[in-house]
């Protein structure tokens, strides 16, 4: 028998790809890994102490509409953070296993089989994040590339794409800030894609994991600006997480927030296929949830990094400082050669930015680029800023 394949063909992911890249080559100095986000801050010791006074929930199935406090705590938390008035805990918000989780099954769950009569589109920034490639691949849709360069303030401009196109589109995927360009969307941006959606009937998921790290102007939501204007909540999803937020990776908690006929879809899907959060994890979350200090104790030392990157780094041409996000993204003329060269010379890991690209008409935006993650501690990341300088001072060396 033969079974259907329908993920056979997706292009390898990015880390397996930057591994076959480097690891065939000695590095030139003691490793450093500036290709991964993953928060190396501290996050806040209270989780912990939480998380082990109810240890005992461990023994219990985790309810699939999420805990009522983290529930809770989440409304408030928009609340608060969004300026917005009596967000329904009960109806309007799904805790997740992470915000993969959502960005993935709310795909599956929302996307329609057809669109005007032909396959749906779900459109993407580019660069993206992969899972929302997969995403559109396992409902069935068709991914429609966007290109978010330079040209364009590192955000995709979906308002300059044909109407047929636009007529078939069931969903977009956007991400602010973003990554990996650290780009905020203003309220105008929204705005427009609000109206955009509304003319052309689909749905905006809004991935928002990196909102509360940012310079200097706190990035507006997504939600607050569907309020101001009227928007259908179920028109509207998004996605938040703790683990940029509070540094919890390995918690897996996030939660996506929308209209009560959304949460129904998204919680008979899970009642099939997914996993709720561990409660113990869950109650845990509900308190770092209702804790600004340690958000703002974060973004100091981010905060830190990026004002020292732009000492190191900032009479080079193509660097960029950025607005929000843990990322640089930095025209290097060639993001391979680039990470070739620094790894060699020195022993620092980058990210290319084609791997986190698709090619698309236009090209390939992200091949020009490296991303460098500045999630290690700071003595740490002034060694990696000094190699990358070294290697972008000389490029006659990447030729």
């Not at 190396?40 to 805990?67: I, T």
């Not at 009569?117 to 691949?137: D, I």
């Not at 698309?360 to 935006?365: D, E, F, H, K, L």
Request: aromatic share 10%.
């Amino acid at each position: 028998m033969q079974y259907p394949r329908r993920f056979s063909a997706l292009p390898e992911y990015a880390f397996p790809r930057l591994r076959a890249l480097l690891d065939p080559i000695t590095g030139g100095g003691p490793a450093l890994h500036m290709s991964i986000g993953e928060p190396k801050h501290p996050f806040p010791p209270f989780a912990m102490e939480v998380l082990a006074s109810h240890a005992e929930g461990f023994n219990k199935y985790p309810p699939n509409e999420g805990a009522p406090e983290l529930r809770h705590a989440i409304a408030r938390w928009l609340e608060r953070r969004y300026g917005l008035k009596n967000v329904d805990a009960e109806n309007g918000i799904l805790p997740l296993n992470g915000t993969r989780e959502g960005l993935f099954n709310a795909c599956l769950a929302l996307c329609p089989e057809q669109k005007n009569g032909a396959k749906p589109l779900v459109l993407l920034p580019n660069p993206f994040y992969q899972c929302y490639m997969v995403a559109a691949r396992a409902a069935g849709a068709e991914a429609v590339f966007v290109n978010a360069g330079a040209e364009n303030g590192f955000l995709p401009d979906f308002h300059a794409l044909p109407k047929e196109t636009l007529d078939r589109t069931a969903v977009v995927y956007m991400c602010s800030p973003s990554n990996p360009q650290g780009a905020v969307a203003s309220t105008e941006y929204w705005r427009t894609l609000l109206a955009l959606a509304e003319k052309h009937d689909f749905m905006i998921f809004a991935d928002e994991c990196y909102s509360d790290i940012y310079r200097d102007e706190v990035p507006v939501g997504v939600l607050e600006v569907a309020r101001q204007v009227g928007a259908d909540p179920e028109r509207v999803l998004a996605f938040h997480s703790l683990s940029k937020r509070s540094n919890l990776p390995g918690f897996r908690s996030g939660f996506v927030a929308t209209g009560p006929k959304n949460i129904r879809e998204l919680r008979q899907l899970r009642s099939y296929a997914g996993a709720p959060v561990p409660l113990p994890i869950q109650i845990a979350s509900a308190a770092v949830w209702g804790d600004e200090a340690h958000v703002v104790q974060n973004r100091a030392l981010y905060r830190a990094k990026f004002e020292l990157a732009d000492r190191i780094l900032g009479h080079l041409p193509g660097y960029a400082s950025p607005q929000a996000g843990f990322f640089l993204w930095i025209n290097t003329g060639n993001g391979v050669q680039t990470a070739l060269d620094i790894w060699q010379k020195s022993g620092i890991r980058v990210l290319p930015g084609a791997y986190l690209s698709h090619e698309t008409a236009a090209g390939n935006p992200g091949c020009a680029y490296i991303r460098v993650a500045m999630v290690a501690e700071i003595n740490e990341i002034k060694r990696g800023l000094l190699a990358l300088k070294a290697v972008l001072e000389k490029p006659r060396d990447r030729v």
